[in-house]
Each structure stands twice: as structure tokens, then as C-alpha cells.
């Protein structure tokens, strides 16, 4: 068979979809076509197996038989499909027997070769397996009724297939050849006239649910369409194939009655003031999953952002004392819900939830409902969480928080600051008003004294409202800022924080005000976030140590999954359940939009003056900022009006004068190169100054032109403690710049980004790269603290349960 021939005929099983030519041709080289005519057996139950086949053309039915004659699988394939996979990876006899349905073309890899091939390619004996699947099937409440070993059978049985948004699945009035079920996506079904049945149209399913059922229970033409609202993954059974797992599996039959999604939303207290319409558009949103006795929902300390709705069954609730032992603090039952305010904030949970009994759920993760309430933002307003949730919910959330970050709490200062900063305009107003002239010409001087006095008010009232404190799930930050005069924040990350100390004088036992200074182990000894006038300050230090245990507890929760995963790769200790989050992928977050490219005057400044005044740039794994512009002119502008006297001095005179003077030409001449070689240095010197920012890393160089001195300052990510930036005065503020502090353990102590453009976007960045260091450096030592623990689990296995 030539290399194009066998190219063309192994792509076209999905097995092989994304393996290259030359894989491909290396597969062919074990491949021989082989004929079977209707009737003929492919292989018998119980026999040695000695061929994997591929589905070419035609058709094949395997039928397995149990020890009392019974019909226990059942699988009829169509092109595309394999054969015989199963037995051969398991050492075991075939469990079926293969016959042709109808003239079969099969291309057919001896058993020997097959397990070379899957020695050779990996992935193609995990596509085979299909354990990914099997998790996921286990995890859909309408296979809840199957043991393990039939869900491996359904598996097998069920063809994988995408649908691009916007694309139909099926058409209302065609004849119904599949039924399917819902990996992750968004499906709609709607109808037009006359439909049998009390049904509602349009109908909005997502992961877990299923559709296609009706038309092929009683063997009618599609009474609606169904059509792909996101991209969706679907599980598709042919019309066989569905018919033989309700023979297989009664309670299959059982399930294939959908329930309510809607009039369980409606019962939940955020979805109180929903409309049926507003309702059902929501329910494409919710996911459905099934938990065994056992399987645990979440644990305490996992970041979930999802809302639960038991429907079927009961779980136990628990919590960690102080003891690290888990107690029962509660138990719910059909028609409870958990997890609002993971829901609305992305709070890690504080409690561990676990199935007692078969327990099938709703959930709606985060993202979704964010992307839900992106389409309908009018609804907002119409969910109702709780009051101290909502409160939360609706803050107004900082442009420079990482994508996962969560704002806990956000204070202004005491109310008795601004009343004390309001004393004095007070008493100038008091004082303006019973000097007001009589006089009708010196009334109105008068009254622009009195509105001099409501804007200073005015002023004071909104420097009052500007200056913020704030607790995320990541940092505690202070900003302080005048409008259009200056501003500056502090911020500091949680893991970074040795010690607080709250200071109170009498005035503020009085009115419930301290100050609560946050403290950490920078060697300049002055890196701390200070929030002063703080009304509470014991209960906001509090709420830093809650979110600091938080973390740690997150951690330790992300160390256990890492064992459990390392375990369940290497000796393969079971399946579990695999739930989608968010149920619709594709729509969870708005597409990022594709760049076009830059702009003709874009590229023109580029090839020009952007070469020499460019201020930011990013290259590979690092950006690379320069001095803010008004730098360099302040640096230039005396330069540039020598340089520009000397030539216009040196052009009248030569220009002027018929003979010139030597001595007069030289020192012209003389002046004119040392007002450029001015001009040369100052221009250099700005540009050779670079702040840089990489992965790991922070960059300051100093540098002198001609090479006559260099000076580069650089600090690990994981010595920073702090990182801070002021903006200055008013014109740092009108042109946007300012300094970035970055306070250190190390012996630098600290690194200041002088000059530097947009600090606020300077130091969103560094906080940005320096959470995905930290994260990547806690999955290093996880992968290096247990790379050797499953070799241990492994021996032990061998050695104590042969």
C-alpha cells in the first residue's frame, strides 16, 4: 500500500486525528486490509485475541454472552469505529463475538505489532482505554445506575463528536438516527408548530443533560431542532446502541426523564425575583452531576466557585477543628443548595462536602453566571444573595487585581478624618456668614467667599472618598490619592506578611478608630502598608489572617491533589468523576479580540521616532520600560538650544562674512561639536537607563554612554515583599508618571523604577508575573516532594497484594 494511500485511509479514524504523516506511515507499516463477507466472524468469546481492527467499510456487530446465556454487551459498529481493543490491551480472552452485518473492509494490525504501537505512541493506547471518558460518563446522572465495568462497555459504545457554534446537530422532521448526551457546551432545542407532548419551547441544556430521545423511543421523525449555541462536545449513540442500554440497564430507561432545572432555580434564594423566561435562559447555564457514596463534592480549602443543588439523595457536611480532624457540622438533603458565596465571590470553601448516598446535583459555577449576567446585565439587580454577600459582590472591583483575585474587604477611613478636616472650612464659613456686607456690591464678594468655602468643602469630601484600603484573597493594598495632584499605593502580598500591630490613642477608643500597621521583612525597613483612621482595625486585621490561613489551607488542598493525581497516574488506583467547570467553555469569558495588526501611522512612528523615544517594549519573556519622556526633555531642552545657537551662530557667520577668521571658525566649530556631544550624552544616557521586568526577575540598569560605567541591580522575584508607586504632583499625573518602589529581603533592599510610565500598569505587572512565579515554584516543589511517592506505592502494591 503506498505511503499516500495509507495516509489518506488512517485518517480518516479518529484515533489517529492529530497524528502526522509520519506517524502515520510509521502505523502502516503494521496495517493489511482484510474482507469479511456478511456473516463471516471476526473472532469468537472466549478465543486468544490475534487482530485489532479498524472499521473501514461495512459493518460489524459484537455480541457477549453471560454465564447463563444472557446478552451482556452488545456494540454495533459503524465506519470509523475499532475492534477487538480491549482483550488485546488486557491480556484476556475476547469478551464477544465479532460478526459481519454487512460486507466488512477492515484494516487489520496483528496483535504482536498492536502493542508495539501503542508502546511507540502513548497516546494512542489512552485514547483506547478511554478512562477520560469513563470519568466523565461517571459523573452524568443518566449513567448513574452503571457499575464501572458497564460504564468501560458504554464508552466504547459512545462516538465523540464537536459542533462549532452556531451549527445544527439535527433538523426538526428528519429521521432520528442518534440520541445525545452533553460533555461541556450549550445546546438549544426549538420547535415550530404543531409538537406532540406538554413541552415548552426553546429549551437551553448544558453539560450533563441529553437530548435526541423522543424521536427514537417511538421511532418517529425529530419533533425539534437542536442547534449548537457554544462549541460543544457531545457523546453520541446510535439509535442501536440506545436501544441496547435500555435493555442493559433499566435504570437508564428510568433517567431518560429530564428534571426540572428551571423549578429548582426558582427555589434557590438568588433566583427569587427571575422571570420563567429569564429562568429558562439560566438553565443553560447549569450543569448536572453525579457523586457516588464517597466521592467527595469539594473540600475545605479548594477554590470553587459553584453553586450546588442537590436534587436525588444526601451528603455530610464537614469541617476541620482545630485539631485538623473532620467533625459533621451538618447534612443535606434533596432540594438543598451550597456555596452562594463561592458562587458570587470565589471564597475557598470551609467546609467538606461528601455523598452518603447516590447524590445527583446542579451546579453554576462563576463563570458562567458571569457571562449569563454579561448578556442580561439588566439582572443584576434581581439576584438575591445574601446581604453580606451582596455586599461584597457589588463592590466595584480594581482594574489591577490578577483574574482570580477576590476583594474581601474595602474601608475609607474614619469618619471623625474628615470631619476633622472639615473644622476649619466650618469656621470659615461660620465666620464668611456673619460678615456678609450689606452692601449689594460687597455682597457678591461676599458670596464667592461662601462658594470658595463649599468647593474647599467639596475638595476635602472627595480626598476623603479617593482614599481606599483594601483586602483582596491575595494582598492587603492602601491608596491614597488627591485628585489630579497626586496618588500613590501600597501593596503588599499575604505570604509576605510577618507582623501586624494596631495602634489606638484615647480619641480612638472613643470612636472605635485605630491605626493597623502591616509589617514585613524588607531589609530597607521601611516596607509596611499603614491603614490610619481605620474604623474597626481589629476586625481587618482578623479578616488578613482569615485570608492568609485561607491560602495555606489552599495550598495544602492543591499538595493532596497532587498526590492523589501522582497515585492514580502511575498505579492507576480507580476512576472518578469528572465535572466540567464552567459548563460552557467556549462562552465563560469573552473572546480576547484578534489583533489586526498595527495601524499605518503605527507603523510609521515605529520606523521612525518610535526607534528612538520608545518608553515600553516586550520582548519574549520580558518588558522593558525606559524614563518617561518629559525625562529626556528635561534632560535635552538646554542641549538642544545650545546646540541649536551654535549652529545658527556658526551658518550667519560663515554665511554673513566673505573671509573668515580661523580662530573664530575653530571655536565655532569647537562649540558647536561640544553642544552636540552635550546634546549626544544627555539623549544616550536616558536611553541606556532600562527598567526590565522578566519571569523570574527585576532588572534596574544604570548606564552610562561610551561604556564608562554600568551599573545593574537585579532581585529574584521570590525576595520581593512589597511593591509601591507615587505619582507625584499634577504633572506627573497629567502625563502619567511616577516612581515604582519595590521593596526587598535581599541585601539591595530597594529597587526604585524612577521616571517610569503608567506606574499603576508598572506595578499591576510585577504583581502579575510575580503570582505566576510563586504558583509555578509551589508546582516545582510539589512535582519534587512526590515524584518519588508513587514508586513507593507501586512496590508496595507488588510486594504485599499479589
Known amino acids: 500500500m503506498s505511503e499516500p494511500a495509507i495516509i489518506d485511509r488512517l485518517s480518516q479514524f479518529w484515533v489517529f486525528h492529530d497524528f502526522s504523516e509520519d506517524e502515520l506511515v510509521q502505523v502502516g507499516q503494521f496495517v493489511e486490509e482484510k474482507l469479511f463477507p456478511l456473516g463471516a466472524t471476526l473472532f469468537r468469546q472466549g478465543d486468544v485475541p490475534d487482530f485489532f481492527y479498524l472499521l473501514e467499510k461495512g459493518g460489524v456487530q459484537e455480541l457477549g454472552k453471560g454465564a447463563a446465556g444472557e446478552d451482556v454487551q452488545r456494540r454495533r459498529t459503524e465506519p470509523g469505529d475499532y475492534i477487538g481493543h480491549r482483550s488485546l490491551m488486557e491480556d484476556t480472552p475476547c469478551p464477544t463475538t465479532a460478526e459481519a452485518i454487512q460486507d466488512a473492509r477492515v484494516l487489520a494490525i496483528e496483535a504482536g505489532n498492536f502493542k508495539t504501537l501503542l508502546a511507540m505512541f502513548p497516546r494512542l493506547e489512552d485514547r483506547l482505554r478511554r478512562i477520560r471518558v469513563v470519568n466523565r460518563l461517571l459523573a452524568i446522572p443518566l449513567f448513574g445506575g452503571f457499575t464501572e465495568d458497564q460504564l468501560f462497555h458504554v464508552a466504547d459504545l459512545v462516538r465523540q463528536v464537536v459542533f462549532p457554534a452556531g451549527q445544527t446537530i439535527f433538523r426538526q422532521g428528519e429521521p432520528a438516527d442518534a440520541f445525545y448526551v452533553i460533555d461541556t457546551g450549550q445546546v438549544i432545542e426549538r420547535a415550530v408548530g404543531h409538537v406532540p407532548g406538554r413541552q415548552t419551547w426553546p429549551k437551553y441544556l448544558s453539560a450533563g443533560s441529553f437530548f435526541g430521545r423522543y424521536a427514537l423511543m417511538r421511532n418517529t421523525i425529530r419533533r425539534a431542532a437542536a442547534e449548537a449555541v457554544s462549541e460543544v462536545y457531545l457523546f453520541r449513540l446510535n439509535a442501536d446502541a440506545f436501544d441496547w442500554l435500555q435493555e442493559l440497564q433499566p435504570s437508564f430507561k428510568q433517567s431518560l426523564k429530564r428534571h426540572d432545572v428551571i423549578e429548582h432555580l426558582r427555589r434557590t434564594r438568588i433566583c427569587t425575583h427571575l422571570t420563567g423566561e429569564e429562568l429558562k435562559h439560566l438553565a443553560g447555564y447549569v450543569g448536572l452531576a453525579h457523586y457516588r457514596p464517597g466521592d467527595i463534592l469539594y473540600r475545605q480549602g479548594e477554590v470553587d466557585p459553584t453553586l450546588y443543588m442537590l436534587y436525588e439523595g444526601e451528603a455530610i457536611v464537614r469541617a476541620r477543628g482545630e485539631d485538623g480532624k473532620d467533625r459533621p457540622v451538618g447534612y443535606l438533603k434533596a432540594g438543598d443548595s451550597v456555596g452562594e458565596s463561592s458562587l458570587f465571590l470565589g471564597d475557598a470553601r470551609d467546609v467538606t462536602v461528601e455523598a452518603t448516598t447516590v447524590a445527583n446535583w446542579f451546579y453554576l459555577t462563576g463563570r458562567d453566571l458571569d457571562h449569563y449576567l454579561q448578556q442580561r446585565p439588566d439582572l443584576v439587580d434581581k439576584m438575591v444573595p445574601r446581604e453580606e454577600v451582596r455586599a461584597r459582590w457589588t463592590l466595584d472591583r480594581p482594574s489591577w487585581l490578577d483574574p482570580d483575585e477576590q476583594v474581601v474587604m474595602r474601608r475609607r477611613r474614619h469618619w471623625f478624618r474628615l470631619t476633622s478636616r472639615l473644622v476649619l472650612p466650618f469656621l470659615f464659613f461660620v465666620v464668611s456668614l456673619l460678615l456678609l456686607p450689606v452692601g449689594s456690591g460687597l455682597r457678591l464678594i461676599g458670596y464667592v467667599r461662601l462658594g470658595l468655602v463649599f468647593l474647599w468643602s467639596g475638595w476635602v469630601l472627595l480626598d476623603w472618598l479617593n482614599d481606599l484600603y483594601y483586602v483582596t484573597t491575595a494582598r492587603v493594598a492602601h491608596r491614597e490619592k488627591t485628585l489630579l495632584i497626586r496618588e500613590t499605593r501600597d501593596a503588599t502580598p499575604l505570604d509576605k506578611i510577618q507582623n501586624m500591630n494596631i495602634d489606638r490613642l484615647l480619641i480612638g477608643n472613643i470612636f472605635g478608630f485605630g491605626t493597623l500597621v502591616i509589617d514585613t521583612a524588607a531589609a530597607s525597613g521601611a516596607s509596611r502598608v499603614t491603614f490610619d483612621y481605620l474604623q474597626g482595625p481589629e476586625l481587618v486585621r482578623d479578616e488578613i489572617f482569615v485570608q492568609m490561613d485561607r491560602a495555606l489551607a489552599g495550598e495544602s488542598v492543591q499538595t493532596q491533589r497532587k498526590i492523589r493525581d501522582k497515585l492514580e497516574e502511575t498505579i492507576r488506583i480507580g476512576i ?227
Open 576 to 802: 472518578r468523576p469528572t465535572v466540567p467547570r464552567p459548563v460552557v467553555p467556549s462562552l465563560a469569558l469573552d473572546p480576547e479580540p484578534i489583533p489586526s495588526g498595527p495601524g499605518l501611522w503605527k507603523q510609521i512612528d515605529d520606523a521612525t521616532l518610535g526607534r528612538l523615544f520608545w518608553m515600553e517594549r516586550a520582548m519574549d519573556d520580558r518588558i522593558i520600560w525606559r524614563k518617561h519622556w518629559i525625562r529626556l526633555l528635561g534632560r535635552i531642552w538646554l542641549p538642544a538650544l545650545a546646540l541649536a545657537a551654535s549652529l545658527v551662530a556658526a551658518v550667519a557667520y560663515f554665511w554673513a562674512l566673505e573671509g573668515a577668521s580661523p580662530l573664530v571658525s575653530l571655536l565655532l566649530l569647537l562649540l558647536l561639536a561640544g553642544s552636540g556631544f552635550w546634546f549626544w550624552w544627555n539623549w544616550v544616557d536616558w536611553g541606556n537607563d532600562q527598567y526590565i521586568v522578566t519571569d523570574d526577575r527585576i532588572i534596574d540598569i544604570e548606564a552610562l554612554p561610551a561604556g564608562f560605567r554600568r551599573q545593574t541591580t537585579e532581585t529574584q522575584f521570590d525576595r520581593i515583599q512589597n511593591v509601591s508607586f507615587e505619582i507625584p504632583n499634577p504633572i506627573a499625573t497629567i502625563l502619567n508618571y511616577g516612581t515604582v518602589l519595590i521593596y526587598t529581603a535581599g541585601a539591595e533592599g530597594r529597587l526604585d523604577f524612577k521616571w517610569v510610565p503608567d506606574p499603576r500598569r508598572v506595578q499591576a505587572e510585577i504583581f502579575r508575573r510575580l503570582a505566576a512565579y510563586e504558583e509555578a515554584q509551589r508546582e516545582q516543589q510539589r512535582e519534587e516532594r512526590w515524584a518519588d511517592l508513587p514508586q513507593w506505592f507501586a512496590v508496595y502494591e507488588e510486594t504485599y497484594n499479589r
